[in-house]
């Protein structure tokens, strides 16, 4: 009966609403879902999952999401 957490299942029923922004390191109050603004935006971008955890080519995602930011921003 021991459930195990983990192992790269998508879903499962997360109902509590978290106090902080799950991705790494961050730990600010969420305004966008779980996250907070700019980590909800990182997760619209793909750039971490509904955990806040980083997928296996983050820093390629990252370059591609900063390019596109400054797209944006010029
Ligand atoms: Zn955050």
Known sequence: MAKEQGGGQ???NVVALPTE??????????????????????FKEGLINRKGERPKDFDKKYMAFQMRQK???A
């Not at 991705?23 to 879902?33: I, T, V």
Request: proline share 7%.
């Open 10 to 12: 998508q879903g499962g």
């Open 21 to 42: 922004c799950p991705a790494e390191g961050c730990g600010k109050k969420p305004k966008r879902s779980a996250f907070c603004e700019e980590h909800f935006v990182w």
């Open 71 to 73: 797209k944006k921003a």
